[in-house]
């Protein structure tokens, strides 16, 4: 799997687990703990997907 498949299957779990966190009446310790896996699997992904921007920008040059 490569950089991009990597990191749009991250961020697209990172949005799912927001909007669960949006739509379903949870209590605050399972709320936190979605939201915080929600935070991380966006921030992972935006990683994966700026990573092979830059690889890509560097074949260019």
């Given at each position: ?5 990597k ?7 990172g ?24 935070i ?22």
């Amino acid at each position: 799997m490569n950089h991009v498949s990597k990191g749009i299957l991250f961020v697209l779990g990172g949005v799912i687990f927001l909007l669960l966190s949006f739509i379903l009446p949870l209590p605050t310790p399972l709320w936190a703990v979605i939201l915080s896996a929600s935070i991380v699997l966006n921030c992972t992904g935006t990683v994966f997907l700026v990573r092979f921007v830059k690889s890509s920008e560097g074949e260019k040059e």
